[in-house]
């Protein structure tokens, strides 16, 4: 973690940014937050046309993109968790994601939504890709935990 001058009297640089921007992210934070614009932009294009080249069906063809997604984001996830968690332990003061039940419920239906659309491509015959919805169930998951624990 980069310490240094931070303005206003926080302890590390970042602090002094908005807590909504990258600048404003812990180190960690901000790398996954990198690595996920990346991974989404240029990554999942170039892996599944190169699965699509090499013949691999749809439905193997989306779950070997979503294990090579988790075999790059669990361990930026995992550092940027660890380093949340030594923060706090600091004292230092890190905005987290409000879980309502507002919240809960729109992604609950983003989630249905995604799964059936995936559904009836596959009835037609056509079945897209998994990625986005297992993404979208991990994410409601993620915040239905989130949500139990409370604040």
């Known amino acids: 973690m980069a310490t240094g001058a931070g ?6 640089e970042w602090q002094s940014w908005p807590p909504d921007s990258l600048e404003g992210m812990p180190p ?15 990554l ?7 699965l699509e080249g090499l013949g691999v069906t749809e439905p193997w063809r989306s779950l070997l993109v979503a294990a090579i997604m988790a075999a790059i984001f669990v361990p930026l996830i995992r550092a940027a968790v660890l380093e949340a968690r030594q923060l706090r332990a ?27 659309v995936y559904a009836v491509g596959a009835i037609q015959g056509e079945p ?3 990625v986005l919805p297992i993404a979208c ?7 239905v935990r989130r949500w139990r624990t409370g604040p």
Request: aromatic share 14%.
């Open 128 to 130: 897209g890709s998994l």
């Open 44 to 50: 999942g294009s170039v892996v599944g046309y190169g």
């Open 28 to 42: 960690k934070r901000r790398r996954l937050a990198g690595w996920a614009l990346f991974w989404f932009i240029l």
């Open 90 to 116: 600091e004292g230092a003061d890190l905005p987290s994601i409000q879980v309502t039940r507002k919240v809960l419920i729109v992604t609950g239906a983003l989630a249905a939504v995604t799964w059936i």
């Open 7 to 12: 303005n206003d009297g926080n302890k590390y």
């Open 137 to 143: 169930t991990v994410w409601l998951v993620f915040l």
